[in-house]
């Protein structure tokens, strides 16, 4: 069984509170047989903390973005548990999505949205802070109880809060109630041995704060001096600053920041006190400090959720001289603490001992496994073409939505569907700031309402992607709402989008009519005004063509992407100024006509979804390749320095490279990095050459390379297949530093499906020997640039 | 003397550290007339570099003016360097592929990366366990010396992992220099097998504690937070202890004054350790289960018979009746382990009482994993984890887990354990199948197979290049035949722990 494990941070277990709880429940885990990966938003933690976990036997990852779609879905995690709302906020969107079959368990650890209310309505009155609830605690508060209710199961830490959640989101089975952990030994001392009173708190979190700086400057003077000179007060907590040392100035009070262990203090004082005054959750400390056997006085908050009594358990004040009154008692009267600390360690025992817990948060993962939940689906049958789904809804909107206009998409919470090129993208449905809702609309009338929410603040057009095409079986009211304001400016397989307006519509349909004008304008718009700052430049050129007896003649070879940003036209131009080879420029436009500014280069238009090495095949089987001395594949995401084929030819000739790459410069993407650009060199003769984005064979390898083995059809495995074939054959390859491209605009694979092409390349290399991938990347012979010049 | 050659004179005076050599018998010149020295050097510097650039430009105006820089950096780099270098180092340096850099004038000099034919790696390390286990292979082939020239000064940025490494255990030459400099010759006031008495004593707490040691850094100037990040250290800055009595295992001093000690006594629980110049200078005991010698002993075994396939195997072993080791560290020549690698290993044989046998993580000459624990199929099919993957640090292989076998490159087992499974099985002469057999018979007799991530080792060039030679003996389908044959129905009847992460 697999668990996934997330939280904001790695678990600070002897910092805070909600760490430790955290940690618990990844131990009582992992000791149940469970395999178990833990994954901290904050790619930056302490590294102690990591390790610890590492070294319990526990997959770590520091940074949600560490954790790829892939390993997602070929971990099937059984179950996903999750701290803290928000945490789970994020996640949920994307594991739905990517393990559909993972139970998700949102581990609230304290309800935020009880904690914010009261840190406004039980502040004093004379305080300066606004006592009315502000619009963003309702907000947050929204967010989180629709987190909860999309959930599979979550895990509260009281009775209380347990009943409280369940009210709220209507489903009493899908909370249980796992309390924290604690099991910590008794303390041996006696009264008499005990000395001083203990305040403890992780001053990162602000009711402790207001807690401490309470405790000092209320109730501390009501305590008798002498009393406080013999027990004086330790504060010990996590992350004490300036303003928490300044507590220190008073009489008899240390201040000791953070210790690696609480148990010396926890065990030697002979009074806890926990003076909050708002909260939520339940108190660790308060349950530490019983469990040990130290008596508590605490305020009536502090106690909350965990079954104690005042006077049987502990001593509950909630006012200054109350609670003053009652450390004095526990200092001084020794049947009292006697029997306090007896209670209070049975209670806890009972009650949060590692077994309890354990028992309890193992039924309730069972619970939650087992059991149907209306959230709960399949694989969708579209899930494996998703991405296939985005992109295409995207192109859609590009081709007719007019740019600058903005465009509600039913998102799921995606953001990636709101990348629009000159379009403003939004969530539909969204909260108030724009982010998504995290929760389906109640009924059609909701929907309508949040539309036309949408429609007030200027959005004219809605796109439904194909995944959300059952919105408009499911909401009639709000299919029929479109059909009477809006209708449909384009209908596909995979989206639906509506002009919300008459107005809209028109300005829509003007767009999709074929002017060459706007094309022009927009293709120009691909073009990055400042291309020429990521231009690279040729560092060393090979000895100049013309000396040879004939201009080598070069086949160049592209295909350019149709409604995506590209560089195509600049790439054309920059080659076109080649004066020493003979060039014959074929490009393909992909997913639309080719604009007029490249008509002139463009052979064919490939209308349908086409890999690129079948296009590839069909451009040299409409040539004599016998006629060309270089084959050159070039894509359309480039940048080439000026002048870059005359180097390049030149220098891959005078290399002898009968198969040859330009490296890419530092700040390409990178998916190899041996063919990043090494300075100080010319070229490197090496057992890898790339199928992208630019790679130029000689002819003396067409029969052998050509044409193109289509069983992995995008390329993938082509290299290490090359590689052996040059290597047999005796022929040499290599990555050309000192002509580099800069490959910056779209990441590879960035238009395809990542599974395809790796079944396709496992299937080529069933086909054809091949080298690994460790024996490809081999350096095995380099050219410096020559000492002294480096010109 | 052109202008060039008068520049190189110069700046042999100019970077020469004040208080070596001749600077050391002159008067001591104060802070202001040093930094007026070294303003004037360096305008000196300048206008020479201006000068030359101007030269070169008006003999070649096609030359850019950043790579004349960088030429004249290289010419200044070289030149100190051979300078500095007695004539028998031998020199690593941060090239970037560019040979340029390596014409120290009598002196060997090899990229850094390189590859196992002493070639530069064409790139760079992976993440930091893959810069420094290639570095310490490097050592391992004799190399005494780092340097990171200025363009290549933020390997130590980006390399966090690799700068603890070299601060830890190496020392950095100090000076006005282009460049950063380690001399990676053993420290002289560390013994070996342990990275400094600091180490020692985090180990002895650990062994009397039964678990970490708490810290409390009392203004040592020691960055024990920084050094040893996997402790639970806290810091204090002020002039008496709030803490109370007794309360932290063990309180880092900088001085032994009377009142410090006090101070300190009164709060630690086990001991006092006093920090000078970030070495531990004293100890005092404040428990009666102070620092001691330990109580286990600990063999290297040091394997080093070739045998057969070109792996390393040995013979069959057993312990001598008499000898007292509870621990056998197993270790091939040509496998160099890293600072730090051993404790690791124990503490996980101490840690977990089924644990017979612990591996280590192994990596290539060029820092590419090589073994991160085996996994074995039903059909007695042996697979290393991670073998070539070239990011060692990969949290898929960076957590403690139990594993089906491990390599004898490096590994430790318990004497309970050696002894119980017999030893390895000298007729399996091919080394992966021999430790198969061998940790199947430790886990015939309950016991359990750990991998640890923290115990690295790293293989010398030419045992990378055995271990890839290797991969197919003559006889090896015989060998597999046999050792299928004799575990088929353990194989079967067991659960398959299987490829739970896609290692």
Known sequence: MKALIGSTRMPEYDRECGSKRIFDVVQILRDAGWDIAYVARDDEGRDRYARALRQDGVLTYAGFDKLTNEFLAQARFDIAILAFWHVAEAWLPRLRRVSPATRVIVDSIDLHFLRSARGVFTRPPSDAVATALPVKIGDEFVRELNTYAAADGLLAVSPKETSLIADLIGNPHAVRCVPLCEELPRSPLPFAERRGVLFVGNFWHQPNVEAANHLVSDILPRVNPRLLAEHPLWIVGNASDDKVAQLGLAPHVHVVGWV??????????RVMTVPLRYGAGTKGKLIQSLAVGTPVVSTSVGIEGLDVMDARDVIVADDAAAFAKSIETLLTNEEVWVRLADRGHTHMAANHSHEVVKERLLNAIEHFRTRSHPLMFSAPPWAATYEQVCDATKAAIERNVPPGAAVAVISKGDEALLKLDNRRGEHFPQLRDGRYAGSYPADGKAAVKSLERLKARGVDFLAVPRTALWWLDYYKEFAAYLERTGSPVFRGDDCVIYGLSAEARRVASATTQPQADTRRKRRARTVPRDIEELRPRIVASGDALTGNRTKPCALVLGIYLCGQPNNAADEIATLRASTQCVLDQRWVALGGPAPANLAEVTVASVLEKTPKFEILNRLIGSVQLADYDYLVSIDDDIVLPHGFLDA????????????????????????????????????????????????????????????????????????????????????????????????????????????????????????????????????????GLPEGSHA | MNKTEHAEVELRGFDRHPLDGDAKSAA??????????????????????????????????????????????????????????????????????????????????????????????????????????????????????????????????????????????????????????????????????????????????????????????????????????????????????????????????????????????????????????????????????????????????????????????????????????????????????????????????????????VGGRILEFSGRLYHAGGAMGVDASLRSRGEGNSSPDDPRYAFVQTVDYCSSLFMATTRGAFEAAGGFDSAIPYGPLRDADFCLRVQDHGYSIYYQPESVAVCSAALSRALRASAGGTDLRRQRREFAARWKTVLQSRMPRGDVWGT
């Not at chain 1, 690696?260 to 004082?269: E, K, T, V």
């Not at chain 1, 080298?771 to 050219?783: A, G, K, N, S, Y």
């Open chain 1, 648 to 783: 390049f030819i030149a220098l891959q000739q005078q290399l002898g490279f009968a198969l040859a790459q330009p490296a890419r410069t530092s700040d390409s993407y990178l998916d190899h990095p041996i063919v990043e650009q090494q300075r100080g060199l010319i070229a490197r003769q090496t057992r890898f050459v790339e199928i992208g984005p630019v790679f130029s064979m000689h002819r003396s390898i067409f029969d052998l390379l050509l044409p193109f083995d289509v069983t992995s059809s995008m390329g993938w495995g082509y290299e290490n297949v090359w590689s052996y074939l040059l290597q047999q054959s005796g022929l040499k390859m290599g990555i050309i530093d000192a002509v580099p491209v800069c490959h910056g605009l779209r990441k590879s694979v960035a238009n395809y499906g990542w599974h395809q092409a790796d079944a396709e390349r496992t299937a080529y290399w069933a086909r054809h020997p091949h080298l690994t991938l460790d024996q490809c990347f081999r350096v095995t012979d380099i050219v």
């Open chain 1, 260 to 269: 690696p262990s609480l148990l010396p203090y926890l065990s030697r004082a």
């Open chain 2, 28 to 357: 001591a010149p104060t802070d202001f007339e040093l930094l007026q020295k070294q303003v004037a050097a360096l305008a000196a510097q300048v206008k020479l570099l201006q000068d030359y650039v101007a030269e070169v430009r008006q003999a070649r105006p096609d030359v850019d003016r950043g790579l004349l820089e960088y030429d004249w950096f290289v010419q200044r780099f070289r030149r100190w360097l051979a300078d500095i270098l007695p004539s028998d180092a031998r020199v690593l340096v941060a090239t970037r592929g560019d040979h340029a850099l390596l014409g120290i004038p009598d002196r060997h000099a090899g990229h850094f990366p390189q590859d196992d034919r002493a070639g530069y790696a064409g790139f760079y390390p992976a993440d930091d366990t893959a810069a420094i286990g290639h570095l310490e292979a490097l050592r391992h082939e004799g190399y005494d010396t780092l340097v990171f020239p200025e363009p290549a000064a933020w390997w130590l940025e980006h390399y966090t992992g690799l700068r603890q490494h070299l601060e830890s255990n190496y020392v950095e030459t100090a000076g006005h220099l282009p460049c950063r400099l380690f001399d990676l010759r053993p420290r002289a006031d560390r013994p070996p097998f342990d990275d400094m008495r600091l180490d020692r004593v985090f180990a002895q707490a650990r062994r009397s504690l039964g678990r970490e040691p708490d810290v409390l850094d009392w203004v040592t100037g020691a960055k024990l937070r920084e050094r040893f990040p996997t402790l639970a250290i806290a810091e204090f800055s002020g002039n008496a202890l709030p803490h109370i009595d007794h309360s932290i295992d063990i309180v880092a001093i900088p001085d032994d004054k009377p009142s410090s000690m006090r101070e300190a006594r009164r709060v630690a629980a086990w001991v006092v350790v006093v920090i000078a110049d970030g070495l531990v200078v004293k100890t005092e005991s404040v428990a009666a289960s102070g620092p001691t010698p330990s109580a286990s002993q600990v063999t290297v075994m040091h394997v080093q018979e070739p045998l057969g396939s070109g792996r390393i195997v040995t013979n069959r072993m057993t312990v001598d009746e008499d000898s007292s080791e509870d621990v056998l560290v197993w270790m091939s020549s040509g496998v160099v382990a890293v600072p730090g690698a051993m404790a690791p290993l124990l503490a996980t044989l101490q840690r977990f009482p089924q644990a017979g046998v």
